[in-house]
Each structure stands twice: as structure tokens, then as C-alpha cells.
């Protein structure tokens, strides 16, 4: 089983950029799609990007399209999460995770890492 490791979360202003990165543990199978999610208290984990296993295929929440951008480097088994124009509403843990391209979409994925916390506040 695969360990995905997020990082590059912290505190920044509305407006500002953050990027975030997973890390997996081992080699990401070419047949893996990606995708990265939030969590706030008391909400359900949503789906805010995902990206298919050879980098073709997007898909973004709503919320985030136009200010985030999800890409992969499958060389380097990582994720990335370039997020542009932060708002408060932007404010979570975010998680990374893998496997086929509809469990992505679903979130009907196995086990979870840390995550790793974005706080957009003035």
C-alpha cells in the first residue's frame, strides 16, 4: 500500500499562492490517477482537483477553477497543488490521495495521511 505525504501548507494572506506537494512512498502505478482534497471540522472530505494517470485528464471542484492547478511529475512519484488567489473559504486540511480515476472522483479511496494545513487568514 501506497504512503502519500503531503507538505507545503501553511499560513498566508487572502490573495496569496501556495504550493503544495504529496510525496508517495513508492512507485505511483502509470494506471494511478491523483487527486487532492479538504477537510474542514464537521464537513465532509471534498474532492478539489484530480489528474489522470498520464497527466491528460483534469478535473477541479467548482470553487477552485481558474485559481488552482493540479500536475504530476510520475518521475519523482509526486503531486502538486499550485494555489493561486487564496481566499478564507480556501481555509482546510488538504490530503492527497491515488488510485483509479473514478475512485479519485469519488473519494472511494483507502487510507488517509496526515494532510497537511492551509490557513488563509489576514
Known amino acids: 500500500q501506497v504512503q502519500l505525504v503531503e507538505s507545503g501548507g501553511g499560513l498566508v494572506q487572502p490573495g496569496g499562492s501556495l504550493r503544495l506537494s504529496c510525496a508517495a512512498s513508492?512507485?505511483?502505478?502509470?494506471?494511478?490517477?491523483m487527486g487532492w482534497y479538504r477537510q474542514t471540522p464537521g464537513k465532509q472530505r471534498e474532492l478539489v482537483a484530480a489528474?489522470?494517470?498520464?497527466?491528460?485528464?483534469?478535473n477541479y471542484a467548482d470553487s477552485v477553477k481558474g485559481r488552482f492547478t493540479i500536475s504530476r511529475d510520475n518521475a519523482k512519484n509526486t503531486v502538486y497543488l499550485q494555489m493561486n488567489s487564496l481566499k478564507a473559504e480556501d481555509t482546510a486540511v488538504y490530503y492527497c490521495?491515488?488510485?483509479?480515476?473514478?475512485?479519485?472522483?469519488?473519494?472511494?479511496?483507502?487510507?488517509w495521511g496526515q494532510g497537511t494545513q492551509v490557513t488563509v487568514s489576514s
Open positions: 513508492r512507485r505511483i502505478f502509470s494506471s494511478d490517477a
Open positions: 490521495n491515488a488510485g483509479p480515476w473514478m475512485a479519485v472522483l469519488t473519494s472511494s479511496l483507502g487510507s
Open positions: 489528474i489522470s494517470s498520464g497527466g491528460g485528464r483534469t
